[in-house]
């Protein structure tokens, strides 16, 4: 069988205009700040635009019935090209992009977020310049790992998203902005040269760097190989995620970070962590994963109580947004280690949702920050009366985060626990255990409503203004798909279900 | 007896002498053209040495193969780079400047020979006339007394630790009866038996080359002597140096006493240990660019010897592309530093602060250097430890693997430290900071093959594995 093949190579298209975009910003001069934004925002929209066009392509091709051919090789997949480019070949190192149920919303919500993140900055004073070019930088890194099919290419693009990122909060952070910098930088890569090893182990195995290759051979890695390399992709990917107890960064560069920027973190590059369990943990090595699917389900039930329960201790707006994530990137962790069709769809939906709630409440976070310049709850209070929309579009987003029907986060929610419950692998008590964390949820957001949102009007703030356009505009597109994906689910679900079911089945033959 | 194969050491060494005699032809102050000349040298003798034809010269005591050219070029190389950077360092500090490109370009030729030495006296002749020039470089400042002590530092060091190298080669000899590499037979050293006298002698030898390389424990030379020598002759000991004791470590260890690894792989494991812990943490603690990247060369030597105590295709193969990296982004790092010191007179890395604005250009590639220096992609440097690692991983060393990861993780701190200052403060003084043309394109050109060399592998990668081959024929 012939594998498909984009009629032109659109995910390297996606990954490299933003690095175009770098150079054209790098080349205006450092006064032009109009240009420079606006740029910025061309080559961030251009990409988003071939996203569009990358979901619609796929989801014609799934049309086809061709795309998910048992007789195929590689289910699921569209690529760049029909061979793999040599790049490296001597040592089986080649040039490959493709795309499935797994990263097409990934790479769509990629493109959205980074184009919303830019036209959010639009804010920023200092060192403009710089300021995009680094964002733009990311954008690379982020497209590419969620397209990359060779493991070289994978691990590059995984580290060149740590330099920018290294850069954004360093500069343009908060007052701990250094020290929240290297505390990022330094567990990403901690994490990243383990599987920088777990790579090398592979392919002295299996000789070959190409991921979809190393799927076909997993039946025969060795068990406690298996055992060996599962565990350094997953601290790897876990790190990113992050689960308990490797989250420490998150808060810190949370925190600290510009609101864009908090909101690529929140919105891509924890889902990069669950991304590379399921591109790459799951299905390489199964046995390895139904043997750690009992630690990994305890480890993600603890980020669910422990993110909750911290979250609610948070007088800080923007720190408790920043803990929410650990307890809701946990009810991901659960979905994995459940290892059933709908626990796992449960959790590439909670890594939409998340992606799209948590992104729109930093940017809420930033609006507020930007006029108020504090983030502490007590400080404010029946901000209702004087910001309306502002109100109503910040309880839309945190209903939808503690999982109200019919918004986006209640489907994974669901998902995940219904799918974790029917597991083979997970105890059910864990689940159940899970399940408070919901309520949990609910008490910490509707708390921060409350205090923010009701109550004695506090006088101090009757100078504030009400959310602006371009605000408005960047949180629009959020709350259409919030409220789209918890309607009508199947129009996220079409794109999952045959890449999910693939995975299951070379889990659990 | 082919002479021609040694036409480029021939050559070299005669545009050295040249260059010493002109010096004397009565000119202004100024020798600029003497470093250009220099240059045209260089670019010549690298054109000779990718020329010549492989085989073997003076009944077996030098071989022309691709693993010392490779390691030739990697000489030439870092040479062309130190008198760049030494081009305008010599106006302000130097008084007598022809004379230290002469001494380059011998201290090269030297390099060059040992490259292709075969015989242990060959081997440790070259050795001499690779430092000797270095002793007087070091010390070339010589009002300065930091500089000069470095001299008497390097020469004593350099001094003992020949001869135990020496003496090492004189129980290798006496075990095996011969002084051509090609005539020793591992076995019949006893190889295994754990033979006192064999193991001696590959002490000794380790010893002696690791104080050449300045490996943890045999480094504490290495600081002082970084921090006083004049900051060209720093890059090129750190870089060229280095890749000498290499080029003969490997010739010796993986050739003849290849088949006796068992008895010297666990000393190499425990070096590499030692280079890496102490180089890093004690990194850590540096406020002086110079010391820090000294120390941080230690640690990188580390990092080798990790590879090496594999001993296979994978060591070489890594070691090259590893140093390939290491020369560009070190002296890159090195020349960052001395334009920076030409203008501001200080080596503290607390001075950097704010150079974004000072110089954007050079802040950016200095980013890239000390982003290859930490293994990050896509620099060479992430390149070269990815075939360091392979080369353990191989074998099966995971222990060693995980120990260089930590290290590289710890190396974050102190390399992102300058990287912090530069992009992340704010200095008061905001007057730019001139870099001039020999520099420039110095640096800029570095930077281009740092990125180069992890994006278009191929071609570095063949280089490798031919130089592989010399030692591993399957490979």
């Not at chain 1, 729109?360 to 709850?377: N, P, Q, S």
């Not at chain 2, 050079?362 to 690692?389: E, N």
Request: with cysteine.
């Amino acid at each position: 069988m012939e594998p498909m093949v984009f009629p032109y190579p659109i995910l390297t298209y996606i990954t490299f205009i933003p690095l175009i975009g770098v150079i054209a910003v790098l080349l205006l001069k450092r006064e032009s700040v109009g240009a420079i934004r606006w740029t910025a925002a061309l080559f961030s929209f251009v990409p988003f635009v071939l996203s569009i066009y990358l979901v619609w392509y796929y989801f014609s091709a799934m049309g086809t019935g061709m795309l998910f051919n048992i007789h195929s090789q590689t289910q699921g997949f569209v690529f760049d090209f029909a061979k793999p480019l040599a790049w490296f070949p001597q040592v089986k190192i080649h040039y490959q992009m493709g795309a499935d149920g797994l990263s097409v919303p990934m790479l769509f919500l990629t493109g959205l977020l980074s184009f919303i993140s830019i036209i959010a900055s639009f804010g920023i004073k200092e060192r403009v310049k710089e300021y995009f070019a680094w964002f733009l930088l990311l954008e690379v890194g982020m497209m590419g790992t969620f397209s990359a099919l060779d493991f070289f290419l994978f691990y590059i693009f995984w580290e060149i998203m740590l330099v920018p990122m290294y850069f954004l909060i360093g500069i343009w952070g908060g007052p701990r902005r250094e020290y929240a910098a290297i505390k990022f930088f330094l567990y990403t890569l901690f994490g990243s040269v383990f599987m920088l090893v777990a790579i090398l182990a592979l392919y002295f195995a299996a000789g070959s760097l190409d991921m979809l290759e190393l799927i076909r051979q997993n039946v025969s890695y060795a068990h406690t190989f298996q055992m060996w390399v599962f565990a350094a992709f997953f601290i790897a990917f876990a790190i990113k995620v992050p689960v308990w107890p490797f989250h420490t960064w998150l808060p810190d560069a949370h925190v600290e970070a510009p609101t864009a920027v908090s909101v690529i973190l929140a919105g891509i590059l924890l889902k990069m962590g669950t991304y590379g369990m399921l591109r790459v943990c799951l299905p390489m090595f199964p046995q390895a994963a139904i043997a750690y699917s009992i630690p990994i389900a305890l480890l993600g039930l603890i980020g669910i109580i422990y993110g909750a329960l911290v979250s609610m201790a948070q007088t800080d707006l923007k720190k408790l947004v920043a803990y929410s994530s650990v307890s809701h990137m946990g009810y991901c962790m659960l979905g994995i280690a459940a290892l059933t069709p709908m626990a796992i769809s449960g959790c590439l939906f909670q890594m939409f949702s998340h992606g799209v709630i948590t992104g729109a409440l930093f940017l809420l976070v930033g609006v507020i920050y930007d006029r108020a310049h504090t983030r502490e709850i007590a400080a404010f209070g029946g901000l209702g009366v004087k910001l309306p929309v502002y109100t109503g579009l910040f309880t839309l987003f945190a209903m939808a985060s503690l999982g109200l029907p019919a918004l986006s986060g209640f489907v994974s929610e669901f998902l995940v626990f219904v799918g974790a419950y029917n597991s083979a692998f997970v105890s059910r008590w864990i689940v159940l255990v899970a399940v408070l964390g919901v309520v949990l949820t609910a008490a910490y957001i509707l708390r921060m409503i409350q205090k923010i949102f009701l109550g004695q009007f506090n006088t101090r703030w009757d100078n504030l203004t009400e959310i602006n356009g371009r605000e408005i505009f960047t949180l629009a597109p959020l709350g259409a798909l919030t409220i789209l994906v918890g309607v009508y689910p199947e129009i996220l679900n079409v794109f999952l279900r045959g890449t999910v079911d693939n995975l299951v089945k070379m889990i659990i033959p | 007896m082919n002479v021609l194969l040694i036409l480029p050491q021939i050559f070299l060494f005669t545009w050295a002498v040249v260059v010493l005699v002109w010096d004397f032809v009565p000119r202004g102050k100024s020798r600029r053209g003497l470093a250009y000349f220099s240059l045209l040298g260089l670019v010549i003798a690298g054109v000779m040495t990718i020329v010549i034809p492989r085989g073997e010269a003076f009944s077996g005591a030098y071989l022309s193969d691709d693993y010392g050219r490779l390691f030739n070029l990697i000489f030439l190389a870092s040479a062309f780079l130190t008198i760049l950077a030494s081009v305008d360092f010599a106006e302000i500090r130097f008084n007598y400047r022809g004379e230290f490109y002469g001494l380059l370009l011998m201290a090269t030729t030297g390099m060059m020979f040992l490259s292709g030495a075969n015989e242990l006296l060959t081997l440790y002749v070259s050795l001499e006339l690779a430092t000797i020039p270095l002793y007087v470089m070091a010390a070339y400042m010589k009002r300065d007394l930091k500089s000069t002590e470095a001299g008497l530092k390097y020469l004593i060091i350099g001094g003992a630790s020949s001869a135990i190298l020496l003496f090492g080669i004189s129980l290798l000899y006496g075990l095996s009866g011969t002084t051509y590499l090609s005539n020793i037979r591992g076995g019949d050293l006893g190889a295994g038996n754990m033979n006192t006298g064999l193991i001696f002698a590959e002490v000794m030898l380790i010893a002696g080359f690791g104080f050449k390389l300045a490996a943890a424990p045999f480094h504490m030379w290495a600081p002082d002597v970084y921090e006083g020598a004049p900051t060209p002759v720093t890059a090129y000991l750190s870089v060229a140096s280095k890749a000498a004791g290499l080029v003969a470590f490997v010739r010796i260890f993986f050739n003849p006493l290849a088949i006796t690894s068992a008895d010297w792989v666990t000393i190499l494991e425990i070096v590499a240990v030692l280079a890496m812990v102490i180089g890093n943490f004690v990194a850590l603690a540096q406020t002086n660019i110079k010391r820090m990247l000294a120390y941080s060369s230690i640690a990188q030597i580390g990092y080798v010897f990790v590879a090496l105590s594999a001993v296979n295709g994978y060591s070489i193969v890594g070691m090259m592309i590893f140093l390939m990296a290491y020369l560009f982004a070190n002296i890159g790092a090195f020349m960052v530093a001395i334009g920076f010191s030409n203008m501001t007179g200080s080596d503290q890395i607390d001075d950097y602060a704010g150079m974004i604005r000072r110089n954007p250009m050079v802040t950016v590639m200095m980013a890239i250097f000390m982003l290859s220096l930490i293994g990050i992609p896509p620099t060479a440097g992430f390149l070269g430890k990815y075939w360091l690692f392979a080369a353990a991983v191989k074998e099966h060393i995971y222990w060693l693997v995980v120990v260089a990861i930590l290290m590289s993780v710890v190396s974050l701190f102190y390399y992102a430290n300058i990287v912090r200052k530069m992009f992340f403060h704010e200095n008061p003084d905001e007057s730019k900071i001139y870099y001039g043309p020999a520099l420039g394109i110095g640096i800029f050109a570095s930077g281009v093959a740092v990125i180069l060399i992890c994006l278009a592998p191929s071609i570095f990668y063949d280089w490798a594995s031919q130089a592989a081959r010399v030692f591993f024929p399957q490979f």
